[in-house]
């Protein structure tokens, strides 16, 4: 027996989550249930969170947490209880299947089987944002080693246990050298320790524009949370409907399962909305939990329904279905169908050991860190890079010198083009003339000299090589 904890959620969340555990429950999942309340009443309550501190209680120590999709309010001020809810606890790897049911279920691509396996933490989604000077904004993208090797070795695993061939890693690692460099350089140390299976890396851009066009050369797919975030919903929505998907949120210790579509209020309460999103989620839970068989079950009746043409409003095509049913009707035939497999849809065997066991995240010796320069980055009105190049130089002290100026990221000075439109945010590179190494009392020096001069120093980046390796990028045109 497994105790999980259950929400409801807003909209058609209390209907699709009531068929997702007659079924589940049918079938013979062994789950004991803590009801919890998130979401819009908690919201509206004043709970800018969405959920009380009470529920994170439950959900800790319960570590399982199924969830009905919820409505945030309208209006600033309410935090995604989704977001917040990975980030708290930690639940780094969101997996997502799209799988077309083809001839059953309408879609342009009748082969497409694909697992997208989207980094849940860390990326741009770190919400580290400021107003810089009064014309840039910045928001950082960090990127860990941990974060990587994590959800990589999720996706390696999650092959492996699950008889998929493929991996493949989308990045944009021609522009990004560092972050989504590392990435790649991840993805790369990692297939070597999984020969079996095939490994590859397209470029996000032309990657996301063949798996809308040919989603069936992929198998599984691994990248980084904003690229993730977007490519899963044309996955899902090409391989049928949004509705369709269901959503795994993994960490070390908790784990979430949910649809990945919304609480679609326009059709709460009518008894019309499609729970295959959430009981494809609950099947993913019963997976995680160790109740294979169970999830087998639940997955192949689920099929054989598809199968029969018994479809709820959002799939039901004339000439393709049989019954048009409702959330409860649909229910009914899943239970109804438990036991059996589909015949023309391929039936699903969940091996044994269907639960991934991944080792925890070992620490790496650190390198050695030298400090090789620095970046101020400077607010400015002017418009002319020489001009600041001189006020640059005019600060400068003995031993370091000014080696270039960016803006927006592209080279200005030395030679830089008139053509170039150049911002209030200028970016000034200091380097070591003698040697390599800076230290950091001449970066304050430097600051302080800029402070007497009225320079208007808004940041200062530091310049370091790792074991001898560069840790920053050069200018676009350096
Ligand atoms: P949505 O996914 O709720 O609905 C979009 C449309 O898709 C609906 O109008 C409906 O026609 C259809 N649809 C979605 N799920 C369906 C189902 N199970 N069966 C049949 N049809 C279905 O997206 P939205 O309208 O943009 O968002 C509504 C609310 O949901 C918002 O408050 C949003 O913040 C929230 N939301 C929550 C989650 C979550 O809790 N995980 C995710 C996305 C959006």
Known sequence: MTRITVAKGDGIGPEIMDATLKIIKAAGAKIEIDEIEVGEKVYLSGNTSGIANESWDIIRRNKIFLKAPITTPQGGGYKSLNVTTRKFLGLYSNVRPCMSLHPFVETKHPNMDIVIVRENEEDLYAGIEHQQTDEVVQCLKLISRPGCEKIIRYAFEYAKVYGR???????KDNIMKQTDGLFHEIFDEIALEYPEIENEHWIIDIGAAKMADTPEIFDVIVTLNLYGDVISDIAAQIAGSVGLAGSANIGEECAMFEAIHGSAPRRAGQNMANPSGLLEGAVMMLNHIGQTEVAEKVQNAWLKTIEDGIHTYDIYKENISKVKVGTKEFAEAVIENLGQKPSILKVVNFSKDAVLTLPKYEKKTPKNKELVGVDLFVHWNGTNPDEIA??????????????????????????GFNETYCTDHWRCRFKPTNGKIMFKNQIITLLTRALEAKIDVIKTENLYEFDGKSGYSLGQGQ
């Not at 061939?165 to 990045?171: A, E, L, M, R, Y």
């Not at 001189?390 to 030679?415: A, D, F, Y």
């Open 165 to 171: 061939k493929k991996v493949t890693c989308f990045t």
């Open 390 to 415: 001189e006020i640059l130089q005019s600060i400068n002290t003995e031993n370091k010198e000014l080696t270039m100026i960016t803006n927006r990221g592209i080279k200005v000075w030395p030679e």
